[in-house]
Structures are given as C-alpha cells and as structure tokens.
C-alpha cells in the first residue's frame, strides 16, 4: 500500500484560489462549502508588515478520527491511503466533523451526507493528478508517496524544516507545509478585526478568537496575526443534542432511583415502582431516539447504524447501550404489570447498570469528537453520572405530586447529592487548565457568549433546588410541591447547562 500525502509550499503559494476553484468545479462543490481552501493572515506591524496565504483541506490522517467515530464506515481508508467517503453509507450523524481536528468536513447541501477532500481519489486511480495540483501556477502544491524516498515530495519533507498542523492530537496528518507561519496553522493564534475580513461578511456563527465577531476584544494574550480571509464553519451540534443529553438522563436516572427504592425494600410498590418508573424511562427513551434521528441530515437511513455498524464508534456502542436499557425496562414494565416483586428485585441491579450506561456513554462518544478539546475532560463521565442521579430525582419528585413515592426523603437526599456533585464537578471544570484550545472554551462558556446559559443552569439547576430540597428535608411539614419545584428547575438547568457545554465545546475554531 502507498502512504499518499501533501506538501504545501507556502512560501511559493500566492493566495490565487486557483486550487479551490479547480476543486469546487472537479467535484461540483456547492456555494457556501469547500473541501479545499486558502487562508489569509496579516503579521507584523506598519510598515513592516505581510500577507501570507496557506490551503486549507483534510489532512489524510494516519490516525483518523473521523474513520473511527463513523458510525457507519461511510469514511474509509482506499487501497492507496487516501481517506475516502461513501455517500450511500452516510447518515448524515455530523460526528465526524466534530472528530476531525482541522474542520475539514462538510455537510453537503444537495446530498446531506459529509464530504471532503479525497485527493482526487477518482483521478489517482487512473493514474492522473489531482486537479489542484494541476492548476496551481507556482507549483505550490506538491502530491506523492511519502515511503518513496526517491519522490518529489518525500525529498522535499526531508531537505526542508516542514510543519504539520496541530501535530499534539497525534493523528500523525500527512499533509506537510513547508514556509508556513505558525499562526495560520493554529487559529487560536489569529483573531479577526473588528472591521472582518477581505471579501466576506462575518457573523455571530464565524466565531473568532478570543471573542465574538464585532466586539472589542477583552482578551488578546497568544494572538500574533490577524485573519484576513477564511472560510465560515458553523457549529454542526445544536439543541438536538443538549435535549438528548437531557431526556436520557431522565431516562437512565429514574431507574436508577428505581433500582435505590428497590433497595430500601420497596419493590412491592407497585404503581410508582413496578409501572411509573420504568414507563416514564421508557418515554424518555423513546424522546431520546426521536432526537437522535431528527438531528441526522439522512434519518430514513437511522438503522444503519445496526447494519452497517462500525464498532470503534460510540454512536454504535451507545444504540446497543440504549437498546440494552430498553429491553430492561419493559421487562420491569411487564414485572410490574404482573406484579411479579421476586422479579423486579432481580432486575435491579441491571436496570442500576444499563441506566448508568445510557447517562454516560456519551462521554466515551465525546471523547471521540478530537478537534473539541473541551469534551476531552476526564469530568465528564463522572458530570453525566452525576446529572442522572439528579434527573432521576428529580423526575420522582415531579411523581410525587400525583401519586405517592415511598422514601421521599431518600429521592430529596438524592436531588441535594447530584446537585452538590455537579456544583463541585463544574467549578473543576472552569479552574483546570488544559490546552489553550480548552482555556479559550471554557473563557466562551463562563465568561463569554455562553456565559448566561451556563451560570443560569447553575442557579435554577443546582442552587435553587438544593435550597428547596434542604427546606423540604427539614420541614416537619409536606412540603410536596416545593421538593416538585425544584425538581422542574433542575431539569431547566440541566438543559441550559448542557447547551453551553455543547455550544461551547465548538465556539473555538480549527482552522
């Protein structure tokens, strides 16, 4: 097998688009989209200052992350190396473009299915350049098998100092720049004027570093460059995902509250054990789905992901997850139904297991999405558990004030418990300092644009029903409705909190 890759001189590349056009016109690439691109920085200051022009494209990774999270190998690797795509495969899951660190994935607005640079796998097979390197009037662009010393471009990578970008995900790219300023190769190391950039408008999805478009920066520290031209990469998660964070937690927590009453001697009860509880996990398992599905660009093509499945991604580990939990919760369902109480003492333990798996999982999924350092952090799984331990009491809280749930307290303790464990957990998680890419995140999700979401989750979702639950504890009085509120507002709280970790994870931009 060949081992394929680029050399990209910048130092002979003149910023001329030749190569972007000659892509968009050789794979009918629609407006708004590139699977190549050049970039523009400005250095230095008057009147010593320059332009420098770097392309942009898919890195051809020896390590792919997108191949691995691709829940249906609809990205793979050809016989010649090159990193390849199958449209009839894609689901449209939008994954990879948060696995890839160098943003070099798109949806495509006339196939909904991801697309990127293959190296123009279709003319390498027949033996015939790529038609960037074709076009390009200074030779800049330079294609060959890197374990041919005797190539042009293995020759080149060895007689000159050449980078490659963003070399600390270890995903050992095998596109090489040769003459590139480091600061067009990390973004982190650019922001974009006030004033925007040449020859495009910017907006609020264009985000810049380290603050938002079209105000005046608060925190220049790292930024030697400014961008004068780029391409825009909107956010490719949104809401969809905040909401299934969310009603899988309400899932998976409330038979883990289940499994706890079961526990404390109560699997007799019939209405609130045997059927409530594993019929709202249920439901929320159902809303789950319908999520998962509706945020796909391709959802008629859903059951791919069982038979076409790819087992290094968790999207695939987590539907057998969540079909896990499915299957024992009806059986809970039916137990229940029949009244079969030896039965569902049985099932406990299970239902505590799968529930736990169907909260956490997605941290295992998150970890996967490599160009979003910020989901990387090891307190997510321990966050996620956390949040079902308090959706779950919540949800039983909520139950209360139409029938009634034996050891009240006991779900009160459990709400004051998660909510103290995702206070301590999320003030860890805005002092640790990892990665710039992770310190710019967490400043956009604390202090910037984010900030009112997640500051907001905090107070509805944690403070104030930790202060109801504590009144209700130790109240000799029933106070139903109060430990009911602070339920609602920490399932609120939860949804803001979620949505600016979401948001946040992708405000950072990687190229």
Known sequence: MTKLGFLLDSDNCIGCHACTVACKSEHDVPLGVNRTWVKYIETGTFPDVARKFNVMRCNQCEDAPCMAICPTSALFRADNGVVDFQDDDCIGCKSCMNACPYDALYINPETNTAHKCNMCNHRLEQNLEPSCQ???????????DLDDPTSKISQMISRN????RSPEQNTKPKVFYKGADQAALDPTRTAIANDGMIWADTT????????????????????????????????????????????KAIAGGTMLIAALMVLLGHADAQGTVGIMAPLVGLVFLGITGALLILDLKQPTRFYYLLTKGNWTSWLVKGAYVLMAFAAVSSVWFLAGLLEADGLI?????????????????????FAQCEGRDLWQ?????PMLLA?????????WLIFDLFMDVPESDAVLWALIGGVVAVMALSWMETVSHGSRHVEIAVHNMVKGEHGSLF??????????????????V?????????????????????????TAFVRAGQSVPLS
């Open 134 to 144: 074709i076009v390009c009037p200074t030779e800049a662009i330079i294609i060959g």
């Open 161 to 164: 100092d050449v980078a490659v």
């Open 204 to 247: 609020d999805q264009h985000p810049s570093v380290p603050v938002t478009l079209g105000k005046k920066p608060t925190d220049m520290d790292g930024v030697v460059a400014r961008t004068a031209y780029t391409t825009k990469h909107k956010p490719t998660w949104g809401q969809m995902v905040s909401g299934y964070l969310v009603t």
């Open 345 to 365: 003492e049985i099932l406990a333990i299970p239902a505590a297991i799968t529930g736990l798996a169907t909260a956490g999982y997605t941290a295992f999924l």
């Open 377 to 381: 952090t090891p307190l997510l799984l």
């Open 387 to 395: 949040r079902a331990v308090t959706a779950g009491a919540a949800t």
């Open 455 to 472: 500051w907001g989750g905090l107070f509805l979702g944690c403070a104030l029903p930790f202060i109801l639950a504590v009144i209700a």
């Open 474 to 498: 130790a109240s000799s009085s029933d106070l139903t409705a109060l430990g009911a509120l602070g339920g609602v507002l920490a399932l609120i709280g939860m949804f803001l909190s979620e």
